[in-house]
Structure formats: structure tokens, C-alpha cells
């Protein structure tokens, strides 16, 4: 299929705004390749202080013959998502000697859960996360001693970070290994109806405890299709995981088959190989286009409106938010995955999942085919969906042929009596077309993420999670600088009529630009009440916003004289995801701004000033690293 004249018009943009930054960048990961030395030319010290605990392959360490795979870990059994990598180094350490390499646990990276600190001060830190958790990465890689590397990383900041700090090794090949998303829990209507009903006073804090309880239950992802698992779309699109593995429940056989896979692809995808598949090569300007594609096709995350753009720069590309509104225009809604619909991410895959997304965008000509991914061929891979063949004895196992439906196996350094195979097979239609659907019968025409812009700034709205009637919203405004005043006026009855509340001083400079969820329940409220609402913050917003109408990441912020420090109570506001504007009737120029907030202190937010003070803005990424960095 023909690519569309929209893609291949922004795919070309992106590529010549890129032009002498990827050549920067490419230049700089050729030099750092021909210069990386051999292992067994580095300071027999230095080897020993490397190898010295690790005893079981040490004699394969020594040799400096087989490949050896470091591992970046990002587990912890706080966070749900990341619980089932506790185990995960010592599998993955046997999959690499089955497939004559060795692996190491390079180095482990933070991992903190907007989930847990939602509405709470900690939630400050959260997207600086993403840039400790690319220093951390960095760290791990800088010991030079690996010929490539496995991700061990999910949720929201902890993708980006880990894709963000191995870009600048991006000689390496990389593979992303995801752990897959919980068992469903309570249905997802019946989770928003109590927090709601908490909202307005009329159930306890033990019924809402229960209730949240009974949908975040076991080990695994969060099931509502928010930033991690857009993450994992993501990754699939750009193909840097194993194809198909992004939704396969932890503790299966075929979780296990994939993260196999993973380990042996890895090694056969190094330097010293006939398939040598740098990350440098494979992130490149249209894995990001597909990533963005996939975003509006799916109606995923609107974090990744500041994720793309930091994820690109970090390879060199230059991608902004009019590239993702011009895309969103001609890329159709082929999902509908809680909270903007009903079932969650299991019952996406269960009714095709990814796969039946990739192949549909690939025959509509509206993402790339022709990607480098770290699988064999290219991006139509990822059109189809893993499953488990028969176990069979290793000496009557067929060998893979670059087909990949054909089953993989590999020759075993250490072979097991049977094998897990892997086999790929086409989804077929759509198990769910309340869920999924193709291209010819979209659920919107447009992709849903739209850039509303005009006297107060630019702004993100996503318009695939509300409903059409309510794309536009002119209301008087109140203005607030914090979440607990909103929560207050509306306990107060303050906000019962048509308002556009206005949060501002969350931006990263001012605060490190917390989501503020917590104030989906109280808007929905309100709009459940019959009023006309919006919200209008340069804070974030994240993938499980919904319902609510919201021009979120305004920028320029608030702080140092933003209009959103202009604005006062009463102002006429308009917001349009039809027209594309952001505006005010009020008079913006005449005003001084409201004096900036001083820094909060606390919860190790003072730790966090230098990323404060040198963020960039939300459309570039807000990250003090990269602004630094001169990336």
C-alpha cells in the first residue's frame, strides 16, 4: 500500500528539521563504535573488577569470545508492574548461555508510580524521573564490557528514561522486554462510579479502598490502557521488543517464550555478527512517526506528547507538536480501551490486540513498513500475534528461515530435554469491534490528540476521550494554583456552573509538572451534573484522564510570566478541539503577571532544583538533561 501523502509529508518534515542534528548524532555513535575497544584488550584490573562476581561464567568472560549482554533493571515489588523482574536476571542469564553468550546485570534505574503518588507532593519528581532514570541507564552502559542489552522497564517515566539513556549507546542493539499487564480486575465502571461517589461524600474511605483494591490486585501492568501500557505500543511500533510481546500476562509459558526469544535475538543482533542492528539505527525518524501514529490510533497516553519529543531528541530528531496534530488529522481511532471505552488492555488483546492494529495501519498505508526492528524483517512482523507451538525435541526442531511465523529455536549451548517453541500467526478480524476496528469503519476519523493554541499558549487536547458535544467549552474561569483549592471550592459548592478551571504554576520549571488526576473525579462531577466544564493547566494530564474536556502541557508555563499568570477569576476562556484554540477575551498584554510561587521544600523536592531550573518546555520534552545536554 502507498504510503499516505500526510505521513510521508511529516515523516519528510521531520527528516529535513533533523538533518544536521541525527548527522551529529550518527556521527557521534560511529565514532563511539570504532572506538569501543575489544574486551580482551582492556586492563586485565578492569576485567577482573567486572567479572569477579560472576563466578558461573567467568570462563566464558575470560575468553571475550561470546557476546555479553548487560541488563537494565528497573524492578521493584512496590510497583505492580515491575514486581515480576525480581526473577528475571537469573532466566535471562540462562537463555544466554543457551544461545553461547553471557549476561550481567549492568545496573538498576528508579522506578516511581504517578499511581502511588498521585495528588501527593512526591508526584513533584515524577518526570524527572525520566531524566534519573536515563542517567542511571547511562551509568550502567558506560562500563564497556557489553555488546549489547536488554530493558527491564514498563510504566510511565521508566520506558522513556531507558530508551532515552541507551540512545547515547546507541551502538548497541537493544531489545525492550516488557512483563506484561495483571488479570483483569473489577470492571472499570464500576471503579469510576465509586470514586466518584467518594468525590461527592456519600462512600467512606474504606468502600473507595476496596474498590481500587479490587482493580489493582496482583502482580503485573495496571490494566487501563494509560502511559505504560502506550509505552508498550510504542515499543512495538518503533519494533524494539520481541513482536507481539507487549500484553502477555506474567507467569505464562508464552511470557516466558518471548522474553527467551528476546535474550537470543539480542545476541544475535551484536557487532560481531552477519545481522548487526544498532539502537542508533533502528530509532530513527519514521520508528518515531510510527510511534505517534500508534499513539492517535490507539488513543493512547497523552504523556507521550512530552515522551516523543524527548525520546526523538535524544537520537538526534526533532519531532513537535505540530507534527502530532498534523498526523492526528489523518490517522483514524481504532481503539477504544479503558478509560475510553469500556474493556481494558486484556480484552484489547484478546480481540487482536496490537497486531491487528499494526496491520491495519500497514495496509492503509499510514506507518512505515520499512523499519529497522529487532526482529527479523521488518515492521509487518508485528502484525501478528505470539503464540506457543508443540513442545518438540530439540534434534527434530526446524530452524528459523527469516519467516517470522516460522518457529524459533535456536542451537543450544546447553540444551533442555524439550523446547518452548514460538509460532506467529496472523489475528484475523477484529474479536471486538466495540473495542477494535479497521480502518474502513474507524471509531473517529481523526487519531484524537489535537493542538489547541491562541493567546494563552500551546496546549494538548484529547479529544478521542471525550465526547464531541463537548469539544468546545467558553466559560468564566476560576483560577487555582494547587489541587487541594480545587478540591476545596468544590466541597464549598463553589464550582456548581459552567467553568473552566485553570490550574497553573505546574509546569516543570515551577514544579516539576505533576499530573493532576486527582481532579478528573471532581470535574466529572460537575459534568455529570449537567455543567459545561474544562480544565485549562500547564500540568499534566495522564493517559487515564478521560471524560473531561482538558488543554493540558500549556506552554509557555505559568512561571516567569506565562498568560496563564495573566489570567484572573471571571476571565472568558475558550476552548476548542474544533477550531484549535486556546483563548481569552481578557486583556492579557495590560496585566502584570501574578508573582511566581517560591519552591516547595520537602519529600526531597529541594534535591530537584537544578532540574527546575534548566527544564525546557513541554512541546521539547521538559527535560533539564537534554536542554543541558545541547540535544
Not at 528475571?88 to 553461547?100: D, F, S, T, V
Not at 469491534?433 to 493567546?455: C, K, T, W, Y
Not at 514544579?511 to 471532581?522: R, S
Request: proline fraction near 6%; charged fraction near 20%; glycine fraction near 10%.
Amino acid at each position: 500500500m502507498t504510503l499516505n501523502d500526510t505521513v510521508h509529508r511529516v515523516t519528510q518534515r521531520v527528516i529535513e528539521n533533523s538533518r544536521d542534528s541525527r548527522a551529529a548524532y550518527l556521527d557521534l555513535m560511529q565514532r563511539e563504535a570504532d572506538n569501543r575497544p575489544d574486551r580482551r584488550s582492556v586492563s586485565c584490573s578492569n576485567l577482573a573488577h567486572a567479572y569477579a562476581g560472576t563466578l558461573h561464567d567467568q570462563p566464558e568472560l575470560k575468553s571475550g569470545e561470546l557476546p555479553n549482554i548487560g541488563i537494565v533493571t528497573s524492578y521493584n515489588d512496590m510497583l505492580s508492574a515491575h514486581q515480576p523482574y525480581g526473577r528475571y536476571p537469573e532466566r535471562l542469564k540462562i537463555y544466554a548461555r543457551e544461545a553461547g553468550a553471557t549476561a550481567q546485570v549492568a545496573g538498576g534505574t528508579p522506578a516511581m508510580c504517578d499511581g502511588v503518588t498521585q495528588g501527593e507532593t512526591g508526584m513533584e519528581l515524577s518526570l524527572f524521573s525520566r531524566d534519573v532514570i536515563a542517567l542511571s541507564t547511562g551509568v550502567a552502559l558506560s562500563h564497556a564490557v557489553f555488546d549489547g542489552a536488554l530493558m527491564l522497564g514498563i510504566c510511565d517515566k521508566i520506558v522513556p528514561g531507558l530508551l532515552i539513556g541507551a540512545l547515547r549507546f546507541g551502538y548497541l542493539p537493544v531489545i525492550f522486554v516488557p512483563g506484561g499487564p495483571m488479570p483483569t480486575g473489577i470492571p472499570n465502571k464500576e471503579k469510576q462510579r465509586v470514586r466518584q461517589l467518594y468525590a461527592e461524600g456519600k462512600v467512606g474511605r474504606d468502600e473507595l479502598l476496596e474498590s481500587e483494591l479490587g482493580s489493582y490486585h496482583s502482580p503485573g501492568t495496571c490494566t487501563f490502557y494509560g502511559t505504560a501500557n502506550s509505552n508498550q505500543m510504542m515499543m512495538e511500533l518503533m519494533g524494539l521488543h520481541v513482536p507481539g510481546a507487549a500484553f502477555v500476562q506474567p507467569g505464562t509459558k508464552l511470557r516466558q517464550a518471548l522474553d527467551r526469544a528476546a535474550v537470543h535475538r539480542v545476541a544475535a543482533i551484536g557487532q560481531k555478527g552477519n545481522d548487526y542492528r544498532p539502537l542508533a539505527r533502528c530509532v530513527d525518524e519514521k520508528a518515531i512517526v510510527n510511534a505517534a501514529v500508534g499513539l492517535l490510533a490507539t488513543g493512547g497516553s497523552t504523556n507521550h506528547a512530552i515522551h516523543i519529543p524527548a525520546m526523538a531528541r535524544a537520537a538526534g530528531i526533532r519531532f513537535d507538536w505540530d507534527d502530532l496534530a498534523e498526523l492526528s488529522h489523518v490517522v483514524p481511532l481504532l481503539a477504544r480501551v479503558y478509560p475510553n471505552g469500556a474493556g481494558d488492555v486484556n480484552h484489547f488483546h484478546d480481540a487482536g490486540g496490537i497486531g491487528y492494529v499494526i496491520g491495519e495501519l500497514l495496509e492503509a498505508g499510514l506507518a512505515h513498513r520499512d523499519v529497522l526492528t529487532v526482529s527479523e524483517g521488518d515492521l509487518s512482523n508485528y502484525a501478528l500475534e505470539p503464540g506457543l507451538g508443540e513442545s518438540r525435541e530439540r534434534e527434530d526442531a526446524p530452524r528459523t528461515d527469516g519467516n517470522p511465523a516460522a518457529q524459533m529455536t535456536d542451537d543450544l549451548k546447553k540444551p533442555s530435554p524439550h523446547e518452548l517453541t514460538l509460532v506467529w500467526r496472523d489475528p484475523g478480524p477484529s474479536g471486538n469491534r466495540e473495542m477494535l476496528r479497521p480502518v474502513s469503519d474507524p471509531f473517529q476519523a481523526d487519531g484524537g490528540m489535537r493542538l489547541v493554541q491562541g493567546n494563552l499558549g500551546r496546549a494538548c487536547f484529547k479529544s478521542s476521550a471525550v465526547e464531541q458535544e463537548r469539544w468546545t467549552i467558553e466559560a468564566p474561569c476560576r483560577v487555582f494554583q494547587t489541587q487541594r483549592e480545587v478540591a476545596e471550592a468544590f466541597k464549598a459548592g463553589e464550582l456548581d456552573r459552567d467553568v473552566v478551571v485553570v490550574v497553573r504554576f505546574q509546569g516543570p520549571r515551577a514544579n516539576g509538572m505533576p499530573e493532576l488526576h486527582k481532579l478528573t473525579p471532581v470535574l466529572g462531577v460537575l459534568q455529570d451534573r449537567g455543567y459545561r466544564v474544562a480544565l485549562v493547566t500547564d500540568g499534566r494530564m495522564s493517559g487515564a484522564s478521560g471524560k473531561v474536556p482538558a488543554a493540558i502541557h500549556c506552554t509557555p508555563e505559568a512561571l516567569a510570566g506565562g498568560p496563564l499568570a495573566r489570567l484572573r477569576d471571571g476571565d472568558v476562556v475558550r476552548v476548542c478541539a474544533v477550531t484549535g484554540e486556546l483563548s481569552t477575551t481578557a486583556d492579557l498584554e495590560s496585566r502584570e503577571p501574578v508573582p511566581d510561587p517560591a519552591p516547595e521544600w520537602g519529600t526531597g523536592r529541594e534535591l530537584f532544583a537544578m532540574f527546575r531550573n534548566f527544564a525546557d518546555g513541554a512541546e521539547q520534552g521538559g527535560s533539564a538533561m537534554l536542554a543541558t545536554a545541547g540535544l
